[in-house]
């Protein structure tokens, strides 16, 4: 298979490397390019042999910035073609197949980079995620897939498919190589118009150490193999989380569907319509038939598909109040080079059912090894995160492969309360909170035995988190605060009676600070343990999905 389309002379590497930073957190380390960011010196051909005179004339922003880390660039891996395919077959030079079997896709479009590091030419590739570009391929071949918060990383220098979703992605063999390159990368490029600042805190909503899961409710649309992997992924996922919830995701597999069923092939053919013409062998027809269908879509088109958008994006906001991350198969199965040859555009589309929606709905992810099917070829999983969740992201990523990482700590002068009412995130008091400087440090669970009752009185509903008796054996779902102490002590004089100040025990082992009430003030009050949230017991009051 063609897994390089142009490589460097060993002789320019080792220039490279003689010039590169000595002290530089990536100092020595060779990486492979996907062959439509540029590097200095080598076309940029997007995988179409027809752009192999275009040479570039300085490195894409992203490679500059590893080469600024002590990382050095070898050379560009074969793709498919124009960043469009989810395969790896749709390339001029040659298909790429899964290490792990002859007759398997690798997956794409990033497939030479994804391969490159799974073979071990290289321990770092740089790729692109449009619609998981980034992530089905590292699933394929048994890697790490990071996908960024879209505009994290810079995309200057980038051939770009569908510039306003394009994300420049990293292909590593562990999570802590890859936090080290989205590191290097990472950081607002004024000259990029599509790139974003990370904000100095996180935006509100977003916990420093994730600690709840959800998975899809129902079952999923799986080939038998991948499905008996997944169960047992779900499994595992109850070892490694401290909680594991259900949710609806058929907003979020709406929204993949309008990747291609909506406007957004006319951001293809804005981005390289221009180079389809004339037709001839150095351009893939699947790609060619994709990109020139963009021609077709109307202006009203375009804005009634971003209404939908928003329309879906709202729908799924609620699953962000309740959970840290969305846990999800890469792909719905590992199809063959034969099964692509014979249906290339159904099969191809197959494979971005979990993975579209991604960069549409403004979300990061990572793509991990989560063990292997039964036949023997590996299986993965994505960890998916509202923007700019990367860093706790990634940290979950490091617990679920068994990496080190570190929980963060309080500050001197700050201490974790947990709360589990009104102060939670987007509740009516949760204003309090953010008003003197408390971020949110984790959602989690009671340890079992607490019951959760629904307080009687005026004003806003309340409840009363209350330790021993029969409460649910997965416990309590409760916020956890890291909140500065004058900031404690003044919810403490503001919280009615029978709430006060305890400890209160976590489904992890530990303890902290937290709201509780005393079992002798809910004798008239309502038990609600079996909701196992405030949230849902609101939901319920109000008919609203819980």
Same mark, same amino acid.
């Given at each position: 298979?063609?897994?390089?389309?142009?490589?460097?002379?060993?002789?320019?590497?080792?220039?490279?490397?003689?010039?590169?930073?000595?002290?530089? /957190?990536?100092?020595?380390?060779?990486?492979?390019?996907?062959?439509?960011?540029?590097?200095?010196?080598?076309?940029?051909?997007?995988?179409?042999?027809?752009?192999?005179?275009?040479?570039?004339?300085?490195?894409?922003?992203?490679?500059?910035?590893?080469?600024?880390?002590?990382?050095?660039?070898?050379?560009?891996?074969?793709?498919?073609?124009?960043?469009? +395919?989810?395969?790896?077959?749709?390339?001029?030079?040659?298909?790429?197949?899964?290490?792990?079997? &002859?007759?398997?896709?690798?997956?794409?479009?990033?497939? +030479?980079?994804?391969?490159?590091?799974?073979?071990?030419?290289?321990?770092?590739?740089?790729?692109?995620?449009?619609?998981?570009?980034?992530?089905?391929?590292?699933?394929?071949?048994?890697?790490?897939?990071?996908?960024?918060?879209?505009?994290?990383?810079?995309?200057?220098?980038?051939? /770009?498919?569908?510039?306003?979703?394009?994300?420049?992605?990293?292909?590593?063999?562990?999570?802590?190589?890859?936090?080290?390159?989205?590191?290097?990368?990472?950081?607002?490029?004024?000259?990029?118009?599509?790139?974003?600042?990370?904000?100095?805190?996180?935006?509100?909503?977003?916990?420093?150490?994730?600690?709840?899961?959800?998975?899809?409710?129902?079952?999923?649309?799986?080939?038998?193999?991948?499905?008996?992997?997944? !169960?047992?992924?779900?499994?595992?996922?109850?070892?490694?989380?401290?909680?594991?919830?259900?949710?609806?995701?058929?907003?979020?597999?709406?929204?993949?569907?309008?990747?291609?069923?909506?406007?957004?092939?006319?951001?293809?053919?804005?981005?390289?319509?221009?180079?389809?013409?004339?037709?001839?062998?150095?351009?893939?027809?699947? #790609?060619?038939?994709?990109?020139?269908?963009?021609?077709?879509?109307?202006?009203?088109?375009?804005?009634?598909?971003?209404?939908?958008?928003?329309?879906?994006?709202?729908?799924?906001?609620?699953?962000?109040?309740?959970?840290?991350?969305?846990?999800?198969?890469?792909?719905?199965?590992?199809?063959?080079?034969?099964?692509?040859?014979?249906?290339?555009?159904?099969?191809?589309?197959?494979?971005?059912?979990?993975?579209?929606?991604?960069?549409?709905?403004?979300?990061?992810?990572?793509?991990?090894?989560?063990?292997?099917?039964?036949? +023997?070829?590996?299986?993965? #999983? !994505?960890?998916?995160?509202?923007?700019?969740?990367?860093?706790?992201?990634?940290?979950? &990523?490091?617990?679920?492969?068994?990496?080190?990482?570190?929980?963060?700590?309080?500050?001197?002068?700050?201490?974790?309360?947990?709360?589990?009412?009104?102060?939670?995130?987007?509740?009516?008091?949760?204003?309090?909170?953010?008003?003197?400087?408390?971020?949110?440090?984790?959602?989690?669970?009671?340890?079992?035995?607490?019951?959760?009752?629904?307080?009687?009185?005026?004003?806003?509903?309340?409840?009363?988190?209350?330790?021993?008796?029969?409460?649910?054996?997965?416990?309590?779902?409760?916020?956890?605060?890291?909140?500065?102490? !004058?900031? #404690?002590?003044?919810?403490?004089?503001?919280?009615?009676?029978?709430?006060?100040?305890?400890?209160?025990?976590?489904?992890?082992?530990?303890?902290?600070?937290?709201?509780?009430?005393?079992?002798?003030?809910?004798?008239?009050?309502?038990?609600?343990?079996?909701?196992?949230?405030?949230?849902? #017991?609101?939901?319920?009051?109000?008919?609203?999905?819980?």
């Amino acid at each position: 298979m063609t897994v390089w389309i142009n490589r460097y002379p060993e002789e320019r590497v080792r220039a490279r490397e003689r010039s590169a930073p000595a002290d530089g /957190p990536l100092a020595g380390v060779r990486f492979a390019v996907k062959d439509n960011l540029d590097v200095a010196g080598l076309p940029t051909t997007a995988a179409c042999p027809a752009l192999a005179d275009r040479v570039a004339e300085a490195d894409a922003e992203a490679v500059a910035r590893l080469a600024a880390a002590g990382a050095v660039p070898v050379g560009k891996t074969n793709m498919d073609q124009f960043a469009t +395919g989810l395969v790896g077959t749709r390339s001029p030079y040659g298909a790429c197949h899964s290490v792990f079997a &002859a007759d398997r896709v690798s997956g794409g479009s990033s497939s +030479g980079s994804a391969v490159a590091v799974a073979r071990g030419d290289v321990p770092l590739a740089l790729g692109t995620d449009t619609a998981g570009s980034g992530r089905v391929p590292a699933a394929f071949n048994g890697i790490v897939g990071i996908k960024p918060t879209r505009g994290l990383v810079s995309a200057r220098g980038l051939l /770009p498919a569908c510039r306003s979703l394009d994300c420049v992605t990293a292909f590593t063999r562990t999570v802590a190589e890859g936090r080290t390159a989205l590191r290097a990368m990472a950081g607002f490029d004024p000259r990029d118009p599509w790139s974003r600042a990370a904000p100095a805190v996180p935006p509100p909503g977003i916990a420093a150490s994730l600690r709840v899961a959800a998975v899809p409710a129902g079952p999923l649309d799986l080939d038998p193999k991948h499905d008996a992997a997944w !169960q047992a992924a779900v499994a595992r996922a109850r070892t490694v989380f401290d909680a594991v919830v259900e949710v609806d995701i058929a907003p979020f597999l709406a929204a993949a569907r309008l990747l291609y069923a909506g406007p957004w092939p006319a951001e293809r053919f804005a981005a390289f319509g221009s180079l389809l013409t004339p037709d001839g062998p150095h351009l893939d027809p699947t #790609v060619r038939r994709i990109a020139l269908a963009g021609r077709d879509v109307g202006g009203a088109d375009v804005f009634a598909g971003l209404d939908r958008l928003a329309e879906l994006r709202r729908a799924t906001e609620p699953v962000w109040w309740e959970v840290d991350t969305l846990m999800l198969p890469v792909t719905p199965g590992h199809p063959t080079l034969a099964e692509v040859a014979a249906d290339p555009v159904g099969v191809n589309a197959r494979l971005g059912t979990y993975t579209n929606f991604v960069n549409l709905l403004d979300l990061a992810a990572v793509a991990v090894p989560a063990g292997t099917r039964a036949d +023997g070829l590996p299986f993965g #999983v !994505q960890f998916v995160a509202p923007a700019f969740a990367d860093e706790p992201l990634l940290d979950a &990523a490091a617990r679920w492969c068994g990496e080190p990482y570190a929980d963060p700590a309080p500050a001197p002068g700050r201490v974790l309360l947990a709360v589990a009412g009104a102060h939670l995130s987007g509740l009516p008091l949760n204003g309090q909170l953010l008003s003197f400087g408390a971020r949110l440090h984790r959602r989690t669970r009671t340890a079992a035995g607490y019951r959760l009752f629904r307080l009687p009185g005026p004003g806003i509903p309340r409840p009363g988190l209350v330790a021993g008796g029969d409460g649910p054996a997965a416990g309590i779902a409760v916020e956890v605060w890291d909140v500065p102490e !004058q900031g #404690v002590g003044w919810l403490l004089s503001q919280i009615p009676a029978p709430l006060g100040l305890g400890r209160v025990a976590l489904a992890d082992g530990t303890s902290v600070a937290g709201f509780v009430t005393v079992e002798g003030a809910v004798r008239d009050a309502e038990d609600v343990s079996r909701y196992g949230s405030w949230r849902r #017991v609101l939901a319920a009051a109000d008919g609203s999905p819980g």
